[in-house]
């Protein structure tokens, strides 16, 4: 199994930016692929970004398409969230997350691992 660490979150203005970054041990990070989901307050979980495990294959949610970057250093065992002209409505708890099967079955409800997750607040 793998644990996961996330960090970087924080409060920013509209307009700022933030780089969530997620940290994995324990079993061999490039066997999974990894994404970013997020919950707001009263809210379901969603996804944001997933990268496969070479980093080659990268897909977004539409609010987030153009504004957000997902990365992956398989060096250092890390995956990274740039997020650029944060809007209110991207105010949540982002989670790092870790998935062994088909990298299109990674969604809220079928991933193999979580972190604890990171709060983004983004100020009006």
């Known amino acids: 199994q793998v644990q996961l660490v996330e960090s970087g979150g924080g409060l920013v203005q509209a307009g700022g930016s933030l780089r969530l970054s997620c940290a994995a041990s324990?079993?061999?990070?490039?066997?999974?692929?990894m994404g970013w989901f997020r919950q707001a307050p009263g809210k379901e979980r969603e996804f944001v970004a997933r990268?496969?495990?070479?980093?080659?294959?990268?897909n977004y949610a539409g609010s987030v398409k153009g504004r957000f970057t997902i990365s992956r250093d398989n060096a250092k065992n890390s995956v990274y969230l740039q997020m650029n002209t944060l809007k209110p409505d991207d105010t949540a708890v982002y989670y790092c997350?870790?998935?062994?099967?088909?990298?299109?079955?990674?969604?809220?409800?079928?991933?193999?691992?979580w972190g604890q997750g990171t709060q983004v607040t983004v100020s009006s």
């Open positions: 990268i496969s495990r070479s980093g080659g294959s990268t």
């Open positions: 324990g079993r061999t990070f490039t066997t999974y692929h």
């Open positions: 997350a870790a998935h062994l099967g088909p990298l299109a079955t990674m969604t809220p409800h079928g991933v193999d691992a």
